[in-house]
């Protein structure tokens, strides 16, 4: 697969990674964890070398399983994994945590999970108001100094915090959210990151899962899968959205494609350095998913998409108010 580096970092992924999360949380039931190992084995065998993870994905049992599925390639691939929140013995959240001292157990603690002995990229996973970036940037770049950690990075953080951190150390990427129904990035966060030479690490690139087409307005969430609480997936938000899914198919299908390589392949063309990392439990997925760094969207067909969702209003929030909340400005 093509290979892509994150901003000024020297960095160097697959165009498209591979989110984690909810091959153990976040999306229903937990998936089997043999299958899921063979799953993450199978992206490397396809050319992907970017994984992303975090302590709060299970909680812990994520890292465990993709270090576990990596160890017998971890000098092939880079492994992303997030500190940031508190979490008691029980995998309670009980809050954001990103004091100096905390980042530094949660190093050690994704280490060992992990079977690593280097941290590839260590992203802060919510801004925490409590803690001054500057210390949580700070904090890492103990890390780095010590050999735990390679890079630096911030996940929905706004400009105003991504430049505060990067003074202290480069931030090597910013993940966040990012989609052709989700576009709030290109205002101020993606011209930050291009002048600071920052990647972009776009998570549900998809969507989570409605720019495929196989959600509908009749689609059923179990109670802990965390679309059943976010606006955007009510089902009137659904009926209303249809349309830009129907944008992605009318291209897709004169492309001789899917929908979901048309919404991937549109993110890979607006920047050089903008890596997503579609998540998936099956293989026929991680393959479409894949299959969208050979798509080649021309700037006629680039030109066509984008007027065309100029007039469409995405409808619902894309949080519930709860989670909304810890979205750094």
Not at 184 to 191: C, F, N, Q, R, W
Not at 225 to 236: N, Q
Request: hydrophobic share 40%; net charge negative; aromatic share 6%.
């Amino acid at each position: 697969m093509e290979k892509r580096t994150l901003g000024r970092s020297g960095l160097e992924v697959s165009a498209i990674g591979l989110g984690c999360m909810g091959m153990s949380s976040g999306l229903g039931p937990a998936g089997d964890r043999g299958e899921m190992i063979s799953l993450i084995r199978a992206a490397v065998d396809r050319g992907v070398t970017f994984f992303d993870t975090a302590e709060v994905y299970g909680p812990f049992v994520n890292e465990e399983l993709v270090g576990e599925a990596l160890a017998p390639v971890r000098a092939q691939v880079v492994i992303a994994t997030k500190f940031g929140f508190d979490i008691d013995t029980d995998g309670r959240q009980r809050g954001l945590s990103s004091s100096p001292e905390h980042i530094k157990e949660v190093a050690n603690a994704s280490l060992r999970r992990l079977g690593v002995d280097t941290l590839d990229l260590f992203y802060q996973h919510r801004v925490d108001p409590a803690v001054p970036i500057e210390d949580v940037a700070g904090a890492v770049k103990e890390l780095i100094d010590a050999g735990k950690v390679r890079h630096f990075g911030l996940s929905e953080a706004g400009a105003r915090t991504i430049r505060r951190a990067h003074a202290v150390q480069p931030v090597t990427a910013l993940q966040s959210e990012y989609s052709l129904w989700w576009r709030e990035p290109e205002t101020d966060l993606i011209p930050t990151l291009e002048e600071l030479g920052i990647g972009f690490v776009p998570f549900s690139p998809l969507g989570k899962g409605f720019l495929t087409g196989s959600i509908t307005q009749d689609t059923s969430f179990e109670g802990n899968d965390i679309r059943a609480s976010i606006p955007r997936f009510s089902a009137e938000a659904r009926t209303a959205n249809q349309v830009l899914v129907d944008l992605l198919g009318d291209m897709a299908d004169r492309k001789g494609t899917t929908r979901a390589r048309i919404a991937l392949a549109w993110l890979l063309a607006q920047k050089p350095w903008i890596v997503p990392i579609p998540g998936t439990r099956r293989l026929a997925r991680l393959e479409e998913n894949i299959g969208a760094a050979a798509v080649e969207l021309t700037a006629e067909d680039l030109g066509e998409i984008e007027t065309a969702a100029a007039q469409i209003e995405v409808q619902g929030a894309r949080y519930p108010e709860q989670l909304q909340r810890l979205i750094d400005r």
